[in-house]
């Protein structure tokens, strides 16, 4: 007010202006002098709506914020679990089908020691005709999502692994996930689950029953 009692040039002030409700009202005012009257305008400007603007931009950003340190946690935890796992894990991008990660059990059984992982093409890790049962198993992932497994041999090796797929999406880009159990392993769990499974139908069938040996012995 001093100022533009003097003629100066006066810069806007924003008051709040308690209310009834409980929410300040912002206003913005600058003021200006009437000639030598003695006399000022107090010219004001609501700022309810810039005010609700920055409250939502405040909010916003207070929301990325969460979802990026839930981000980073999850983030955390993937590379966690990326590296600890035993059986070889690759990712692969969905368009040039090269990969872009490999924990340290997959570089330890498809790559040469001179030789890189990261960047290569997932079928030149395979036999020729594994390359190609691999190829379209992936294909088929990309329209149904899930591919349960395939048998493919390294072309390092000749180690036979069961590889199954499944496909993720980042924005607009499609991946697919690849994880490794060696044959054997997998075939001797799968012998033992149909063991079990057998003996469960035995103790739960509803008829008596023996089972005894070529000399007529109870077994």
Known sequence: IGRALKGSPTQAREINHPTDKGIDLPIRYSAVALGRT???IAVGRDLRRLSALQRKLVETQDGLERDYTRYRAAETRYRMLFHVTTDPVLIVDGATLRITDANPAAIQQLAPVSD???????LSCFDYDSGQLLESSLMTARRTGYVPYIEARLATSGAIFIVSVSVFRQEQEVSFL???????????AQASGAAQDGARGVEHFPL????????WRFT
């Open 38 to 40: 003695g006399r000022i």
């Open 116 to 122: 890189r992982l990261v960047n290569r093409t997932v």
């Open 178 to 188: 690849l994880q490794m159990l060696p044959a054997e392993s997998a075939h001797a």
């Open 208 to 215: 008596a029953f023996v089972v005894i040996e070529y000399e």
